[in-house]
T-cell receptor
Framework: GESVGLHLPTLSVQEGDNSIINCAYS??????FIWYKQESGKGPQFIID?????DKRQGQRVTVLLNKTVKHLSLQIAATQPGDSAVYFC??????????FGTGTSLTVIP | DVKVTQSSRYLVKRTGEKVFLECVQD?????MFWYRQDPGLGLRLIYF???????EKGDIPEGYSVSREKKERFSLILESASTNQTSMYLC???????????FGEGSRLTVL
C-alpha cells in the first residue's frame, strides 16, 4: 500500500516564527493532497489542498508546496500563533475515494 | 456548516461485547469512511462506503463490520470487542471523486 510519512514527529517554534512541516509520499500516481490539522480531543480539520497539476497553493497564512519529482509535500505556516499548536497530517489519494495518511507532526508553539 | 456527527465521544466496553459506533452526516455525501487512529500509526482505514448498502474493505477490516442502510448514516460494528481494538475511531465523509474528507470529532473506545 501507499506509504506516507513525515520527516519529524515533533516540531517546536517560537510564536511569530514561520513553521515548515514536511511530508514524503511514495505513490507517484497520487493526484490530490490535503493537509489536516488535529487539535487535542478533536477530529482532523481541513487546512489546504493541492492537486498534482500545481506546485504551490496559498491560503490564509498557509502555503502548500508540492514537489512531484521527489514526492515531497510541505506545509508552511506564516507567523505561527499559539492556536496553531496541533498535530498536522498530510494525506494523499490517487482515486479521490481512498486516502492514505501520514503519522503526523506535532507542532508546539512557544509563547 | 458541514457536519459529521459521531454519536458517542467516549465508550468503555468489556472484552467480547458487541459495540456499535454510529456516524451521521448532513451533507448528502456519497462516500463515508471509518478510520482508527493510534499513536505512531496515524489514521488507518477500516472500511468505506461509496453508496447505500455498498461497502469496501480498507487496510484493517479484520474484527470489524459496517452497515450503510441510509445515505447519511454509516455504522461501525465490533462483533466481539477485544482489547487491541482500544483506539480512537474517526468517521469521515466526502463527495464522490472530489476529495476533501470531513471528519467527525471521534469516538474514543476503551475495551477492558
Amino acid at each position: 500500500g501507499e506509504s506516507v510519512g513525515l520527516h519529524l514527529p515533533t516540531l517546536s517554534v517560537q510564536e511569530g516564527d514561520n513553521s515548515i512541516i514536511n511530508c514524503a509520499y511514495s505513490n507517484s500516481a497520487s493526484d490530490y493532497f490535503i493537509w489536516y490539522k488535529q487539535e487535542s480531543g478533536k477530529g482532523p480539520q481541513f487546512i489546504i489542498d493541492i492537486r498534482s497539476n500545481m506546485d504551490k497553493r496559498q491560503g490564509q497564512r498557509v502555503t502548500v508546496l508540492l514537489n512531484k519529482t521527489v514526492k515531497h509535500l510541505s506545509l508552511q505556516i506564516a507567523a505561527t500563533q499559539p492556536g496553531d499548536s496541533a498535530v498536522y497530517f498530510c494525506a494523499e489519494t490517487n482515486t479521490g475515494n481512498q486516502f492514505y495518511f501520514g503519522t503526523g507532526t506535532s507542532l508546539t508553539v512557544i509563547p | 456548516d458541514v457536519k459529521v456527527t459521531q454519536s458517542s465521544r467516549y465508550l468503555v466496553k468489556r472484552t467480547g461485547e458487541k459495540v456499535f459506533l454510529e456516524c451521521v452526516q448532513d451533507m448528502d455525501h456519497e462516500n463515508m469512511f471509518w478510520y482508527r487512529q493510534d499513536p505512531g500509526l496515524g489514521l488507518r482505514l477500516i472500511y468505506f462506503s461509496y453508496d447505500v448498502k455498498m461497502k469496501e474493505k480498507g487496510d484493517i477490516p479484520e474484527g470489524y463490520s459496517v452497515s450503510r442502510e441510509k445515505k447519511e448514516r454509516f455504522s461501525l460494528i465490533l462483533e466481539s470487542a477485544s482489547t487491541n481494538q482500544t483506539s480512537m475511531y474517526l468517521c469521515a465523509s466526502s463527495v464522490l471523486n472530489t476529495g476533501e474528507l470531513f471528519f467527525g470529532e471521534g469516538s474514543r473506545l476503551t475495551v477492558l
